[in-house]
């Protein structure tokens, strides 16, 4: 769907949307078209259990005294409910109500006393919303398309303030091409998303200036990434990382920002096997990279004015003939050996020399990592919130006031010595588990952190947020690219020149 925007002209044909406020009160469009009603918009309303709270909605099919076909009448709530995620949220509503109800759909945008948005800024973020609302995966529904194809294509907002509303939602609509991206991405399945083909996507961001990378399986044996390689080599599909670079700092040696994404392809747990119920999910375990990818997409589609890196270590987790057995023992780049007790635990060590190898060659001024790395994070914090685990009090806030900002919220563990000893390993420098049977996500963090240095690092534990069974107004059921639209904001509000 692409929105337009234009006048606030209440249209005379077609369906449209008009806005009231709790307590039944009209705005002027709703006014407007009361009158040519004749009065029967608010008979209507009156007749229905409708008040125009937040989120609830009338429709009206052919109304008497116009030629429109159908009006949509949608609470916005008390003025101070007019934000910016409640516009957004409207706008998806919107959207998913109107997908088969025709090919466009006319949103009118009232100003509202007493909140603090312009018209303007509610017209942008009803488009944005409406936009990740249309996010579809249905590439493999070779049947079913016709029908259940949505018709809706256009979405008018109409608003004063037309060439700021454009304006605002310019970057928008860049950063949802990047969670698009990301959706796709998480969503294929493992037979077609593999090392290779998955490093294929992420060369596609050259075409928007974005400098990629693609190390394969010799370049990292010499850089002796013992710990990623060791993950990948029970699968017939050789590792790779990508390293993608956007330089977009008006100082062009201003230090880089990175994001590091673990890619799993798919993750059966090698030879310590996963049990075969809802192993299927495994597919997304490349979320953190797909993360990264999309973020990049983002950044470099809205031209940020920043100098970004990301690195996303690919392999896929199989058992076979040559895969990795419990009890082995590998030395990561940074040298530091590691006992694998269970193989299933593969997310840290291919974190572990992507963290490392980021820190050595490009001495960013942070570096933020996300992984779908732990299921433990889900009894933790179900599928509401993502973990964040930091050695640095400056980040951890940016990314958790970000994320509460785009309603991609975070919840901040503790870390410390108590749990670093934990991995601590009688035959070798580590062991990738503890062994014990509490603090899972915590100790996994503590691992990653032996691979960080004094870099200011966090770690995004997204398990549990990163796919959903359950539609949101703005995210619809599967790949949520959750931490595409969290990270770009941070890098808006923090990191860009202005
Ligand atoms: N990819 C999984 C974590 C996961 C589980 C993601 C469920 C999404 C949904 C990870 O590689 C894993 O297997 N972790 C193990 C660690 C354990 C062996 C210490 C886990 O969480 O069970
Ligand atoms: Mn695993
Ligand atoms: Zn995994």
Known sequence: MKPTFANPVLPKTGTVVVPILDGRKLLASAKNLDKQMKGGLMRAIKASQFKGSKGHSLHLLAPAGTKLDRVMVV????????????????????YTALASKGKTASVLIDSVEKSKMSPARMAAEVAYGGRLASYRFDKY??????????????????????????????????????????????????????PETLAAEAKKLAKLGVKVEVLGEARMRKLGMGALLGVGQGSVHEPKLVVMQWNG???????????????????TGGISIKPSGGMEDMKWDMAGSGVVIGL?????????????????????NMPGGNAQRPG??????????????????????????????????????????????????????????????????????????????????????????????????DIADMKN????????????????????????????????????????PTVPKGGTAFGVRLLDRMVKDYYEAK
């Open 296 to 316: 990049m997409k983002a950044l470099a589609g809205r031209k940020a004015k920043v100098n970004a890196v990301a690195v996303v270590g690919l392999v896929e």
């Open 141 to 194: 529904r070779t049947k079913a398309r016709r029908h259940n194809k949505p018709t809706l294509k256009t979405v008018k907002v109409l608003s004063s303030g037309t060439a700021q509303a454009r304006k605002l939602y310019r970057d928008m609509d860049k950063v949802a091409d990047g969670v698009f991206f990301t959706r796709d991405l998480v969503s294929e399945p493992s037979n077609v998303l593999y």
């Open 328 to 425: 082995d023992i590998v030395t990561s780049m940074s040298g530091q050996t590691i006992e694998v007790l269970n193989t299933d635990a593969e997310g840290r060590l291919v974190l572990a020399d992507a963290l490392w190898y980021t820190k050595e060659r490009f001495k960013p001024k942070f570096m933020v990592n996300l992984a779908t790395l732990t299921g433990a994070i889900i009894v933790c914090l179900g599928n509401e919130r993502a973990g964040l685990f930091s050695n640095n009090d400056v980040l951890s806030k940016r990314l958790s006031d970000a994320g509460d900002a785009v309603s991609e919220q975070l919840w901040r563990f503790p870390m410390g010595d108590v749990y670093d000893k934990m991995i601590n390993c």
């Open 433 to 472: 588990i503890s062994g014990g049977r509490g603090a899972g996500s915590i100790t996994a963090a503590q691992f990653l952190k032996r691979f960080v240095g004094t870099t200011p690092w966090a770690h995004l534990d997204i398990a549990g947020v990163t796919w959903s069974n359950k539609a949101k």
């Open 75 to 94: 609470g916005l709530g008390k003025p101070t409910d007019v934000t910016d995620s409640a516009m957004q949220a409207m706008g998806g509503r919107i």
């Open 249 to 267: 700092a008006p100082k062009s040696k201003e230090k880089p920002i990175a994001f590091v994404g673990k890619g799993v392809t798919f993750d």
